[in-house]
């Protein structure tokens, strides 16, 4: 093993069909029109020194270094900003231009630290590099006079040097080593698009700022890493690499976070993980990052993480450290106890979103023939099933349509119920840019979230609904089209049902659903949804991206299929730039869907009363499945304290912060006889457990992921477990406890098993990924290299459905007592529950939940920001610290779910999916008001948890 060396062709790649011939030093390239000449040298295997220059941004020409002499033209230009043309003649080495980066690269070293053996970067110095390229062998001008080196000059103070500044909790910035390169400020600009850095000063004075000559951690900079990325010198530096070392191998693996599913190279020393570099050939992300994958994996190592097996005879007893074996036969004798006395259908168990795609089917496995019942259930349908169901009744599939690439073909961007820049960031990214060369944007979004107006950003239209109005809004945007006749007939006519159609059609043109009414009902203004409609119609290529502001409503299925409608009637499927895409939160949410994690479908969404789906299964397996749907998460809480349910197996989620009404979900569990917590850390959930089976992190095992764009990622072993077993070996051993006869020697045998049952996945082996590096399914015979683009002759239902989108007001109302409606979100630092990223340095930008309010609420209620508040709901109340804003509107507060102390959920009622049971987290009728203390409820909860959280062996031992 090595280090996985990608090349840098200095500029990025053309995109041009049209080819050109030139000679470089004498051999022939053809390139596309438009390539660089330093590009098209580097792709005949000339490497031309470079400093400014990397493929990552745009080419600059300022370094100076990367000079050429071309046949009939006067002068030195720079290879970088050239463009090749047909019949061109390049000399990289003459006499000449050796001179002239031999002078160059002096005036770079006569101001810059000579400490190279000491340096972090020795070893991966580009400046370095280049100094030896060459042939650099003296510094004739000295390191006397004006500099940025030494803090002093001759005794007296050097006001031209700065100090190191290493507030950023992950990198620090050296201006010392600085050669203003711009590669760091063209990398905020270019590829995260935060414009955070800049160059102060001109000439000798020059220098890179964070924002208004800020320190990092005061400044606008998101820490994405892409400066740290860019940056050739040692300026900007990891920490990790400053005290471990560089890395001496790598290995590509997926990040765990959200749904965008980046590539990472893990870079190692030993068995010790120095960093994560975004993988310039990962095809979600393109060699971007956020602050979440690119540094937030210290959870891996935490003094909180669980290694051993614990187990307890109650929930009031302090944990004891058991070994596996223990651990495993104990489980499987309470499960078969509890079937035994209070029959089959008493146990089930839950899927992570967070696993693999063969650890998440082996526990849908275990449930179906180790459990015999279908009670199994996952997060993702707390989050997303109303995409599988309204995608599926419209389209015929359950996923998005789009690759993440469609976007740099998109001409009108649709953003419903998201925040891309907080919850998909490196996506997000991939959008603003897009949106900079002038894409047109559209929000519909209670709170006015960044990607609204950011830099050289700004919406041409932010429709602020009121929460729970989505249905209403969407279809009075269909409205429109339709009744200005902005619909694509042609599209219809040949794609879709044209009598639904004309059916859904009467139905949207109703004066109910017009922009006036809505606009009343929705607190928006009726042209600006009058002007947003206009402008999908009529815009080009059309994209909607939506999020859980879509789903997590009582009629979350309801808007997924106004969604789709309206995508259908403007003709925005099938293409690149168009389509419907869900940006799934977590990185497997997508897979645990496609693995049948739900209670009424089996693997790849076929129902479990389908005969011919369970002879699949039965056959191989070698039992009768359940035709009958088990139980969903809150059928089984329900279950559970009527007396009938009394076991549960949870993998890798943590139901008791993340769903809704917590006191519901904690009466639930506390009534069970055998809860089973498998994960990294003693989770909320796991304040009410009986067994503790110790995870694995990503960094631990092989397996895959599937991200939002249906794109299978190889997740890579880049160390051993340090619980001694990976995720998927757990669950098989709780398997054989249980008398089943498993015996898979690695995850590439799951997913044979998968690829052989699943019809989507059937040409998916570990072998066809390594050879394609990632495939979106379907990927089968018909489809062997994947999908990218789905519905592009035609639905996979055959034609497109128009469904009829009735509004229904939920009954979660506001009144006087709870006038203010709560809706919930995500932060960028901060990751779901927060139990990886609240155990990093990612707490330094979110150490609490706050309370977003609008001044003239806040005023009101006489509150000042920073103040405590008491946020009170049909359902509980908890307190938090206020944050006053106008990003949420009047009559509207918002926060996040991140900290178990806050609990955000004991506020979030029972009201869910009419189709699909999501739970209802964006609408809830509360009330705020002045505290002085926690609840109640949360020092009952907080003693609780103290409590339960109890070691015996580490007692002992103090």
Known sequence: MGLIQEIDYGTPASTSEKQVTLTVDGFTVTVPEGTSIMRASMEAGIAIPKLCATDMVDAFGSCRLCLVEIDGRNGTPSSCTTPVAPGMVVHTQTGRLKDIRRGVMELYISDHPLDCLTCAANGDCELQTQAGVVGLRDVRYGYEGDNHVFKKNDGAENFKWMA????????????????????????????????????????????????????????????????????????????????????????????????????????????EL????????????????????????????????????MIREKVTDPWREVSWEEALTHTANEFRRIQYQYGRTSIGGITSSRCTNEETYLVQKLIRQGFRNN??????????????????????????????DSIEQTDVVMIIGANPTDAHPVFASRMKKRLRKGAKLIVLDPRRTDIVRSAHIEAQHHLPLKPGTNVAVVTALAHVIVTEGLFDEAFIRERCDWDEFQDWASFVALPENSPEVVGQLANVDPEEI??????????????????????????????????????MATGNIGRPGVGVNPLRGQNNVQGSCDMGS????????????????????????????????????????????????????????????????????????????????????????????????????????????????????????????????????????????????????????IMDEIARTTPSFAKVSYDYLEKMGSVQWPCNEQAPEGTPIMHISGFVRGKGKFIRTEYVATDERTGPRFPLLLTTGRILSQYNVGAQTRRTDNVMWHSED?????????????????????????????????????????????????????????????????????????????????????????????????????????????
């Open 274 to 309: 120095v960093r994560m570099v975004p993988y310039k050939d990962g095809k979600a992300n393109r060699g971007h990052s956020c602050v979440k994958g690119r540094f937030a994996y210290g959870y891996s190592t935490h003094k909180e993480r669980i290694l051993n097996p």
């Open 164 to 271: 190191k500044d290493e507030s950023n909790p992950y990198f620090t910035y050296d201006p010392s080593k600085c050669i203003v390169c711009s590669r760091c400020v063209r990398a905020c600009e270019e590829v995260q698009g935060t414009f955070a850095l800049t160059i102060e000063g001109r000439g000798f004075e020059s220098r890179v700022s964070p924002g208004m000559h800020q320190l990092f951690i005061d400044s606008e900079c998101v820490s994405c890493g892409a400066c740290v990325q860019a940056c050739p010198t040692a300026t900007l530096s990891e920490k990790s690499v400053i005290k471990i070392g560089q890395p001496e191998h790598s290995v590509v693996t997926t990040c765990a976070y959200c749904g965008v599913g980046c590539s990472f190279k893990a870079e190692m020393r030993g068995d």
């Open 850 to 958: 706050r309370l977003e309010i609008h001044p003239h609420d806040a005023e009101n209620r006489g509150l000042r920001d920073g103040d405590w508040v008491r946020l009170t709901s049909r359902s509980g109340e908890t307190t938090l610290r206020a944050l006053i804003t106008d990003k949420v509107s009047p009559g509207v507060v918002y926060t996040t779910f991140h900290h178990p102390d806050t609990q955000a959920n004991v506020i979030t009622t029972d009201f869910s999916d009419w189709a699909t049971n999501c739970p209802e987290y964006k609408v809830t009728a509360v009330q705020v008001g002045a505290s002085n203390g926690p609840s109640e409820w949360q020092l009952d909860y907080d003693e609780q948890a103290r409590n339960s959280r109890r070691i015996a062996t580490l007692e002992a031992a103090e």
């Open 530 to 567: 009058r002007s947003a409609a206009r402008l999908f119609a009529t815009g080009g290529n059309g994209a909607i991206y939506y999020g859980l502001g879509v789903t997590e409503h009582s009629q979350g299925s309801t808007t997924v299929i106004a969604i789709a409608n309206l995508a």
């Open 598 to 749: 739900f209670p009424h479908e089996l693997p790849g969404y076929r129902h479990v009363s389908g005969d011919a789906v369970r002879d699949i299964y039965e056959s191989l397996w070698g039992v009768k499945l359940d035709d009958e749907p088990g139980l969903r998460i809150p059928n089984m809480l329900d279950a559970a304290v009527d007396g009938s349910f009394k076991g549960l197996y949870v993998q890798g989620e943590d139901i008791l912060q993340s769903d809704p009404d917590t006191k519901h979900v904690a009466a639930g569990l506390a009534a069970m006889e055998c809860v089973v917590v498998h994960d990294l850390f003693l989770n909320e959930t796991a304040n009410y457990a009986h067994v503790f089976l110790p995870g694995s992190t990503f960094l631990e095992k092989d397996g895959t992921f599937t991200n939002a764009e249906r794109r299978i990622n190889r997740v890579r072993k880049v160390m051993a477990p340090k619980n001694g077993l990976a995720d998927w070996e757990v669950t098989q051993k709780l398997a054989q406890a249980m008398g089943l006869a498993w015996n898979y020697q690695h995850p590439s045998e």
């Open 375 to 404: 009670n199994v259930d996952t997060c993702a349908r707390v989050c997303h099933s109303p995409t599988g169901y309204g995608l599926g009744q419209t389209f015929g599939t359950s996923a998005g349509t789009q690759d993440f």
